[in-house]
């Protein structure tokens, strides 16, 4: 992916090197090292420049990125795929129930980021698969996938610092009490498995769930839920040990349950993502206090209109 990236530098940003404006703009050290084996890239006023030389107010610094490399073992596969929103940095995806996001050893070609493959391939550019908020398999609604090695560098920095603030959309079994609130309990894996995670107080991890009952009908809950953290399955995982388990989760629900209502998968949906920025965000400042939502989403409009 080819991406020129335009700074004018200012009186407070006078002085310093190079690497050290970009550190402040979220750059990592990995994105430097790459960047530096780049032919030409860095440009101050259209002259090359290395990242040891400093800067000077009203400079024009130009980071040009060339990336010429594909992802490995990602085959590319033509499967639909639902763009909201794109530009040069990056992609807001609505994922479809049942695909999963990585290629993986029972889904080698339908999955996201196979469909991204071909996306990309059938426009000429070189693809390499980053995606900042990772959906199970048939948890359905939006995901962020980075376009270049900087945006997603600063992505995932975001994420981490929780300046991504995720919003879903959940079918929960039975009434959620209180009807408002957060739910801060540790999870840890399940004793047996790899991958599904129980409340584990002793050795779990920290985990904080923030809730609101939209709305109650027929013995189910809408609840709007937002994730200050992001472990494994927290949702699913959560709700359960409330007692209120996600209508059609086989994994932490009632399956019998599930086989009345016709549900094969998990009724969670990435229905909200709001970026929120520190006062320096660099790159994708332009992204501060935007939402991107999905107002039609399935199984609320099945159950609750």
């Known amino acids: 992916m080819n991406r020129n990236i335009d700074y004018i530098?200012?009186?407070?940003?006078?002085?310093?090197?190079?690497?050290?404006?970009?550190?402040?703009?979220?750059?990592?050290?990995?994105?430097?090292?790459?960047?530096?084996?780049?032919?030409k890239s860095i440009l101050v006023n259209g002259v090359h420049y290395y990242m040891r030389q400093e800067l000077s107010t009203g400079d024009h610094l130009q980071v040009r990125i060339c990336e010429t490399q594909n992802s490995e073992k990602i085959p590319s596969t033509k499967l639909p795929l639902d763009i909201i929103y794109e530009d040069e940095d990056l992609l807001v995806l609505n994922?479809?129930?049942?695909?999963?996001?990585?290629?993986?050893l029972n889904n080698y070609t339908n999955?996201?980021?196979?469909?991204?493959?071909?996306?990309?391939?059938?426009?000429?550019?070189?693809?390499?698969?980053?995606?900042?908020?990772r959906l199970d398999r048939d948890t359905s609604g939006?995901?962020?996938?980075?376009?270049?090695?900087?945006?997603?560098?600063?992505?995932?920095?975001?994420?981490?610092?929780?300046?991504?603030?995720?919003?879903?959309?959940?079918?929960?079994?039975?009434?959620?009490?209180?009807?408002?609130?957060?739910?801060?309990?540790?999870?840890?894996?399940?004793?047996g498995t790899i991958i599904e995670r129980t409340v584990d107080w002793e050795h779990g991890e920290d985990a904080v769930t923030h809730y609101k009952v939209v709305k109650e009908a027929n013995g189910h809950?809408?609840?709007?839920?937002?994730?200050?953290?992001?472990r494994t399955h927290q949702i699913r995982a959560t709700m359960a040990d409330l007692g209120c388990p996600l209508l059609g989760d086989g994994k932490y629900g009632n399956g019998a349950a599930n086989r009345r209502y016709g549900e094969t998968r998990q009724a969670l949906y990435s229905y909200r993502l709001t970026f929120?920025?520190?006062?320096?965000?660099?790159?994708?400042?332009?992204?501060?206090?935007?939402?991107?939502?999905?107002?039609?989403?399935?199984?609320?409009?099945?159950?609750?209109?």
């Open 142 to 191: 939006l995901t962020i996938v980075s376009k270049h090695l900087v945006s997603g560098s600063i992505l995932s920095d975001m994420t981490k610092y929780r300046e991504v603030h995720r919003e879903y959309l959940a079918i929960a079994r039975g009434s959620v009490t209180p009807s408002e609130g957060t739910i801060q309990a540790p999870l840890g894996r399940k004793e």
């Open 276 to 305: 929120d920025f520190p006062t320096d965000a660099g790159l994708l400042e332009y992204l501060r206090g935007r939402s991107f939502q999905v107002d039609h989403v399935p199984f609320r409009d099945k159950y609750f209109g």
């Open 221 to 230: 809950s809408l609840v709007s839920l937002r994730l200050e953290t992001g």
């Open 111 to 133: 999955s996201m980021a196979n469909a991204l493959a071909y996306y990309f391939q059938s426009q000429g550019k070189p693809f390499i698969f980053r995606c900042c908020n």
């Open 9 to 39: 530098i200012d009186e407070d940003s006078a002085g310093l090197r190079v690497e050290q404006f970009l550190r402040r703009k979220r750059y990592s050290g990995q994105n430097l090292s790459e960047i530096k084996r780049m032919p």
């Open 95 to 104: 994922k479809p129930a049942g695909m999963p996001i990585h290629p993986s």
